[in-house]
């Protein structure tokens, strides 16, 4: 395997001279360089974008399914790329069903009892595929897209402005060695080098570079910064989506309930049969 000593010995000395330059930045109050105030306004937006955008998706998703560890479960099975063959879980409306219709057949469809238990059954069997759709719906035009926009943009946004605070400290290490640099030239005539072996010339080639890439840098960054308009006119289409599919759930939960109401009003609204027979009552 080759190595590139130069890089490695260059990476490991930006790596100290930004250590001390932070050093002294946080405890001997050290000049540093400032971003400008509509440049510090996009940051904090995006701080503020990264953090409510997470806490959103978290909020849609438990309310979407309740149950934590089955939350988990499907991220589990989502990361890994997995499918479980041929399970279906069931929802709580789904399983409601499922007991109202076993209750229903027990007691037996010419009991008023068990005749309301299975017809009771039918619809929450249908509420719950409502609510599979709803959460179908809501995965595939909400959720998904948020993911993305946090493990795809935001992270983006983020390795970007680390970037620019390495960039940034390299730019404040190379005006306190110019500073240094002058300093010292004042004081010694005979030459111009300091202490660390640098001339003023040296350092002040070395902060307009490390100007530069800074600048170009910012650029960059802010462009992202800048993007996060994008995002949220996008994650409005989400939010209206989501709308949308809550929406039809609930005007077809609506309908199913109201049917069912009608239904069991004037079904049973005149019988008077027992509610049970058992086989040896009969």
Known sequence: MDFNFKKIASDAGGFFSRAKQLTEETFLKAERTELDSHFENLLKRADKTEDHTRRLLSSIESYLQPN??????EVF???LELKKDGVVRQNNLEQLSTAMTEA???FGETTPYGTALLKVAQT???LGQAERELC?????NTLLPIRRFLEGDMK?????RKVLNSKRLDLDACKSRLKKAKNVDTQAVTNSKTSGGFTVEQAEADVRVAQAEFDKQSEITKLLLEGIQTAHNNQLKCLRDFVEAQMSFYAQAHQLMAD??????GSLADDASPL???KQDQ
Not at 156 to 160: F, G, L, M, R
């Open 68 to 73: 934590p560890t089955v939350r988990m479960e």
């Open 77 to 79: 099975y989502e990361k």
């Open 104 to 106: 229903g057949e027990t």
């Open 124 to 126: 929450e069997s249908r």
């Open 136 to 140: 179908a719906q809501a995965a595939t």
């Open 156 to 160: 983006t946004i983020q390795k970007e």
């Open 260 to 265: 069912l109401q009608r239904e069991l009003s």
């Open 276 to 278: 049970y027979y058992g």
